[in-house]
């Protein structure tokens, strides 16, 4: 159950804010930042909405992995950076994953910046990129859209990203990591991309909501600072009440500054009322109370105000209605300020502890957002953010009541694998000019651990370990051929002392390095064709004729013996077709703007691209006359393309140079294989080039 500033309920499923708004455009890129992480959700439910997938993970099958292949390849960077502590795991190397190496902290910021060709849209909460996050606890989130004409201001977007800059700069231990460079060059993209998109003048009367971001980290002003800050922008008195949403509070046996630092935020003569949602059970054999939180809490009232009073109130967990019955774990974090004047509201990723609120000298990095309206001017934007906010059922404290100590979020699991020392850089798969496959390992200094050895995922053969680097002359870089067809996601290092394995984790140098996947290899002409000329989307042909395949390969099915004649060999009307499929390529190239290097890379390199065409004619060409001449249309057809663009997309001449250099290589690669014999087809070729190449 997710909470948002809904303005019906206050209740909405968090997974749908990943599918596009009507006109939201080509998906372009998207970069999150999550503590605990599931690969798989992430895949298949955040990445499949995000990107429109058609087809289903459970029931497609190899449809859904090409419709996922070619829209992955066609985006400019899908990066997760994840807290060190929860970055294991299998993936499609399509997408990057980041870990977030903190010394002594974590990062625990949950960010997600989804970016269309006509919106960006910016997730901040308290949930986890897992499915528990998403679809069992009780979490709180805003969603803001940016847009041409939108209301928000732009500074709120300036400051998540550099926030992100800053996050991946602090979080890595090398400046030339290529998936930390695509991350950088996609936020940069944004930014220029926005520059105007949002309100630029400064917020001024009561009538608007105030949006602004609260973010926090190494060196940063702590959360009080912060909330201190934009309320005086709105109001000359401070808040009189604040009630605290946290499922973690600091342990019972520390001072709890961040109980003692809210006072500071609040009126600071008369009344001021703080109230803390916590978990709680009634112990009835003994008429106890049982609270799960620190009893300091209730200590942390300023001395000698008699005037001050601090609250608890029980939060649900198990819901038992006619609608629902579920026990939903309380993951939310939010903060409620008001007076008769003002309200002021923070949700997002910061628990009510040390790290969380960064008042210690080791800081998380947190992200949230801060919602501020008039209860005077505005009563319907203060009742928007309430809904949700959760009810008040003030518990009675008394003099037996226990309090309970609970989990620190702030803690990692005791079951998280061993950590990676930092002077394991980066490991990078790759594929040289002539395709064979390998990885690099970077080490940041020679200081390696004494006895360490990388292994495969399944931990059964190393591939590199203390003796044969010392016998290499201890390098900072070290290539090792990869000979299996499936890339690695990552390999388990061992030293001595570890008692279990650590997960280095594998990104690829570009799209290039990955090999097509196999319903994509070595596709025959004619379904190359069927896809040029199909208005179709790539999945629902190659879906059609794997079902055909499958199909014919069965004994018991009857086919018209007129279709057993394969007129495919037919010079002239094999000729005729492939011309046909030319101009359909054409059209579709003309069709709409690029709006991403990677989707015109796909269309031209890719497994379905223009080079696999020409490279595909000459393998199955029943001449060297039919094939010249076939390589020639395509190189003419190239020529005549006349590339759209808009305000947002590839420049029309940046596309056009691509497409020269395709004929080039096309000139320099292919044409030699050809042995032309017939004077006045190699007098066609020359002139379809020269004209092309103009």
């Known amino acids: 159950m997710s909470r948002n500033n809904n303005y019906n309920t206050g209740y909405a499923k968090l997974i ?81 994953i980041i870990p977030a190496r903190i010394p002594k902290a974590i990062m625990h910021a949950k960010i997600s910046v989804l970016c269309w060709s006509n919106l960006i849209r910016v997730i901040v909460g308290s949930a986890n990129l897992t499915e528990q996050g998403y679809r069992m606890n009780q979490e709180i989130f805003g ?12 500074a709120v977007l300036k400051s998540i990203l550099d ?74 008195r401070p808040p009189e009440d604040a009630w605290i949403t946290s499922p973690f509070f600091d342990p019972p046996d520390s001072s709890n500054i961040p109980a003692k630092r809210i006072w500071e935020v609040l009126n600071q003569r008369g009344t001021a009322c703080v109230c803390y949602y916590v978990r709680a059970e009634d112990n009835k054999d003994k008429r106890q109370l049982i609270i799960n939180a620190p009893e300091s809490l209730r200590k942390s009232a300023p001395n000698q105000r008699s005037s001050v ?8 967990e198990l819901f038992d209605t006619k609608e629902i019955k579920a026990f939903r774990p309380l993951h939310m974090k939010s903060i409620w300020l008001q007076n008769d004047e003002w309200a002021l509201y923070v949700i997002g990723s910061s628990n009510f502890t040390t790290r969380g609120t960064g008042v210690d000298r080791i800081a998380n990095f947190e992200a949230n957002i801060v919602y501020m309206a008039s209860r005077t001017q505005n009563k319907a934007a203060v009742n928007m953010l309430g809904k949700s906010s959760l009810s008040r059922d003030y518990l009675a404290i008394d003099e037996h009541t226990l309090w309970d100590r609970q989990a620190n979020e702030d803690e990692p699991d005791s079951e998280c694998p061993t950590l990676l020392p930092f002077v394991f850089g980066y490991a990078i798969y790759d594929r040289d000019e002539h395709m064979v ?95 040029l000329t199909s208005a179709r989307p790539l999945h629902q042909v190659i879906g059609a004729w794997l079902k055909k395949k499958q199909q014919c390969n069965r004994p018991d099915v009857v086919i018209d013996p007129h279709k057993k004649v394969d007129t495919t060999k037919f010079l002239f009307q094999r000729t005729r077709q492939i011309s046909w499929a030319l101009r359909s390529l054409k059209e579709r190239f003309e069709e709409k703007p690029f709006y991403t290097a990677e989707s015109l890379h796909w ?54 140079e691509e497409f020269r250099k395709i004929i080039r290589e096309i000139k320099e690669t292919i044409l030699p294989s050809i042995q032309i014999t017939d004077g006045l087809m190699n007098a066609y070729v020359s002139k379809a080039f020269r004209e092309s190449l103009k």
């Open 16 to 96: 749908d804010y990943w599918s596009p708004p009507p006109k939201a455009g080509e998906p372009i890129g998207c970069v999150t930042t999550t503590y605990t992480f599931s690969p798989v959700f992430f895949e298949e439910d955040c990445l499949s909405r995000f990107l429109k997938l058609e087809s289903d993970p459970d029931n497609d099958g190899s449809v859904f992995l090409i419709e996922r292949e070619e829209k992955m390849a066609s985006v400019q960077c899908i990066s997760v950076l994840v807290d060190q502590h929860y970055c294991k795991g299998a993936r499609n190397l399509r997408w990057d």
């Open 143 to 154: 969603s803001l859209d940016f847009h041409e004409g939108s209301e928000i201001p732009v």
């Open 163 to 236: 926030f992100l800059s800053e996050m991946v700069d602090r979080c890595t231990n090398s400046p030339d990591q290529p998936e930390v460079n695509r991350w950088r060059n996609f936020i940069t993209n944004i930014g220029q991309l926005t520059k105007n998109w949002g309100r630029i003048e400064p917020y001024w009367g009561s009538k608007d909501i105030r949006i602004y971001s609260l973010l926090i980290g190494p060196g940063r002003p702590d959360l009080f600072d912060q909330v201190r800050n934009y309320w005086n922008e709105a109001s000359s």
């Open 309 to 316: 009073d601090i609250r608890f109130a029980r939060l649900t």
């Open 437 to 531: 496959s390998f990885v690099r390992f970077h080490f940041s200094s020679q200081d390696l651990p004494k006895g360490f050895s990388i292994s495969q995922e399944d931990g059964k053969e190393v591939l590199y370990d203390e003796r044969k680097w010392v016998e290499d002359g201890k390098p900072l870089e070290q290539r090792l051929a990869w000979k299996s067809d499936l890339p690695p996601s990552g390999f388990n290092v061992m030293w001595d002392g570890a008692k279990n394995p650590a997960w280095w984790p594998v990104n690829i140098e570009s799209a290039s390095a990955l090999p097509p996947p196999p319903e994509l290899k070595d596709l025959p002409l004619e379904i190359l064709m069927s896809i």
């Open 603 to 656: 269309r031209l390199r890719g497994p379905i691209g223009v080079l696999t065409l020409a490279q595909t004619i000459i393998r199955e060409g029943k001449s060297e006359d039919e094939k010249v001449f076939l390589v020639a249309e395509i190189v003419l057809e190239l020529g005549r393309i006349n590339p759209k663009e808009d305000t947002r997309s590839l420049k029309r001449e940046v596309v056009a």
